[in-house]
């Protein structure tokens, strides 16, 4: 994955950005093998909830690889400017 994280900030490609984050938040592949069809994009419609926490899980963890990647990314920028 370092290699992803490395060639997605470089690449400056939003939607490469946005899959890695992805694969973070998931701890694993989504890679789709079979064609999306008309299917609306996944979203998180629920903000609160018990489910044993997993919502609230879930939003944490998203929320603190978003942050990762924006401080990787500022970092990333100002060594170019350099």
């Given at each position: 994955m370092k290699i992803v ?64 990647m924006e401080k ?11």
């Amino acid at each position: 994955m370092k290699i992803v994280a490395w060639v997605s900030l470089s690449s400056q490609n939003r939607s490469l950005t946005k899959w890695f984050v992805m694969q973070c938040i998931k701890q694993g592949s989504t890679l789709r093998i079979s064609p999306k069809k008309d299917k609306p994009c996944p979203r998180v419609v629920s903000s609160y909830g018990s489910l044993n926490h997993q919502v609230e899980e879930f939003l944490v963890s998203r929320r603190v690889v978003k942050g990762i990647m924006e401080k990787m990314q500022e970092k990333q920028k100002t060594e170019t400017l350099q």
